[in-house]
């Protein structure tokens, strides 16, 4: 046999042999499991979410009782991080979203992660995680 | 709604746009049985073109991407193609059968469990990668929903994350193919990524026939290829690498067949490739471009035609993109190294280097042995060598950029170096994969030797 074939099976047998059985049959176990269920939860049960399962559903959540008109989300996070943030930028597309405590542009609101609930500010909506908060309106 | 009904629905709207776009390619691929896998290879990027193009014609004026938009755009598309289609047969010779039986069932199984283990690995889960959520997705579905463009809705001052310097080329396609589907479903849309795949395998294995190798070498090399994991991997799923090493492999196949004048369409097929793969990404740009330098080089007749075929069309889109991304700079690169802070370059490219060795290289030694096998085991033939110097020049550039880098050269090379050096690897499949027999006449022309 000559080297060309030598080099192309060895290479061939090299890159098969990175397929490791147990994680095809991972792939193959999720992908018969979640198949028959909405695509939120596909994504909820998916590598994107991995980092904070509850923040992808208190995500979803916000996403599904946003105020018609909003304009902007800006997110309150207790630790803000990059993950965050690009999840809830690409859950929200194509509304802008901002990791911002300031004061908010008109037309948004702020979707606030965890257990706080900054003063000043009204609850438009508990969700799951969370909740949505506009400014009170000024007194007077 | 179960996975099934929109997977189905993708699957059909992708099979109906490869062959919508095979028809297209009758413009760009002369009739003939042999050049029947590239045709098909073509169609689908042709296509997967088509329905982005739809997308970005739709939306300019403020009208919602749809059947409707794709229904003009394939009915032009087939129109131009009847008005422009070859008509001369191509004036490679095929090659005679040769090879084991037992060999070319073997490479038969892996390139089929390569197609599926791909499939599998795409459609696992809805695209995650963190560059498709805050680069490609995010674009895709802003203009999906928005009907405008990324940089129109989307503040600079928010999402320079989202890199708005890019090409629009892959959010537009995700955009199209999500207004045929009614909706967006970025699991379904996943499939988008194993169609390119085919393609890359088809256009491989079609022109290694189509360049005299007898058929084995060029099943082995698609079989070798689909298996991949490091390129074909849900990872890269989602993110511009798969499709832009597919539109690489049109392009250094079309650049050495337009050096060759192997058929009447060989540049029209570099202008295409040239311009889709800089819609894609701006590793096509440094390709084009090398493609250009590279032409002028070789001092063959026609190379002037040949470098305006690779740039002209490169430089347009690239142009087009500055315009739309209304001139965001590139956010990972500072030019003050190349200016002011030119004193720190050399030692900055010089742990690029380093990290590049050590993380790409070191780790990958067996695979590089094997690959630097067949690179022995040919002999220098000018067609495919043409392919393994365009992979080589745009390595190149990938490992010196990082010295650029805002931030540490190391940083730049582990996060991009691995994918961007990997997506070269359909043309460095072909160009090895071509050493291995062939030899060429003073005319260009291919000589078969059986």
């Known amino acids: ?140 | 709604m179960s996975f099934l009904v929109p997977l189905g629905a993708c699957a059909a709207i992708l099979a109906a746009a490869a062959c919508g776009g095979a028809f297209a390619a009758a413009a760009l691929i002369p009739p003939g049985s042999m050049l029947r896998p590239e045709r098909w290879g073509w169609g689908f990027v042709l296509g997967a073109a088509l329905i982005a193009i739809q997308a970005a014609v739709a939306i300019a004026p403020g009208y919602a991407p749809g059947w409707l938009p794709a229904l003009i755009a394939f009915a032009i598309a087939a129109a131009l193609a009847m008005r422009f289609r070859l008509r001369d047969i191509g004036s490679d010779i095929a090659p005679e059968r040769a090879g084991s039986a037992g060999l070319s069932g073997f490479f038969l199984f892996l390139l089929a469990s390569g197609v599926l283990l791909y499939l599998l690995r795409a459609l696992t889960e809805p695209m995650w990668s963190n560059d498709y959520i805050a680069i490609w997705g995010l674009k895709g579905k802003t203009i999906f929903y928005a009907r405008r463009l990324p940089g129109h809705i989307l503040p600079s001052s928010l999402y320079g994350f989202s890199h708005p310097e890019y090409p629009l080329g892959l959010p537009l396609l995700f955009a199209g193919a999500a207004s045929l589907l009614r909706r967006w479903d970025d699991h379904a849309l996943a499939l988008l990524f194993p169609f390119f795949q085919v393609a890359t395998l088809g256009v491989l294995f079609g022109w290694l026939r189509r360049r005299g190798l007898p058929w084995p070498i060029p099943l082995a090399a698609a079989a070798v290829l689909s298996q991949l994991e490091s390129l074909y991997s849900g990872f890269l799923t989602g993110m511009a690498e798969v499709p832009l090493s597919c539109l690489m492999l049109l392009f250094g196949t079309a650049y050495s067949d337009c050096l060759d004048e192997t058929d009447s369409g060989a540049g029209r097929r570099l202008a295409t490739a040239s311009l889709l793969a800089t819609a894609t990404k701006n590793e096509g740009l440094f390709l084009a471009i090398a493609g250009a330098v590279g032409a002028v080089a070789g001092r063959r007749p026609g190379r002037w035609r040949a470098a305006a075929l690779c740039a002209l069309p490169a430089l347009a889109m690239g142009g087009l993109t500055r315009v739309l991304s209304k001139g965001a700079p590139l956010r990972d690169i500072d030019p003050a190294f190349l200016g002011s802070r030119v004193s720190e370059l050399p030692l900055r490219l010089t742990e690029a280097l380093r990290v590049a060795f050590a993380e790409g290289i070191a780790p990958a030694w067996p695979v590089l042995l094997c690959l630097a096998a067949f690179f022995v085991a040919g002999r220098p033939t000018l067609f495919a060598d043409r392919l393994l110097g365009l992979a080589a020049a745009s390595l190149l550039v990938y490992v010196a950029i990082p010295a650029l880098a805002v931030r540490e050269p190391a940083w730049l090379v582990q996060t991009t170096l691995p994918r961007t050096a990997v997506a070269l690897s359909p043309l460095v499949a072909a160009g090895l994969a071509g050493r291995l027999k062939g030899r060429e006449t003073e005319n260009g022309k291919r000589e078969t030797k059986n």
Do not use: C
């Open chain 1, 1 to 140: 046999m000559t080297t060309k074939w030598v080099a192309t099976l060895t290479l061939a047998l090299l890159l098969l042999a990175r397929n490791r059985p147990a994680e095809l049959g991972a792939r193959l176990r999720t992908l018969a499991a979640y198949a028959p269920r909405e695509l939120a939860l596909r994504r909820l049960g998916g590598s994107s979410t991995a980092f904070d399962r509850r923040f992808f559903i208190f995500l979803e959540a916000a996403r599904r009782q946003l105020p018609k008109g909003v304009t902007g989300v800006a997110l309150i996070l207790s630790r803000p991080n990059e993950s965050a943030h690009y999840l809830a930028a690409y859950q929200m597309a194509p509304l802008p979203v901002a990791l911002s405590r300031g004061p908010l542009p008109p037309g948004w609101i702020a979707a606030v992660y965890g257990a706080e609930r900054p003063s000043g500010w009204k609850i438009l909506a508990e969700v799951p995680g969370g909740a949505l908060m506009a400014p009170a309106p000024s007194p007077g």
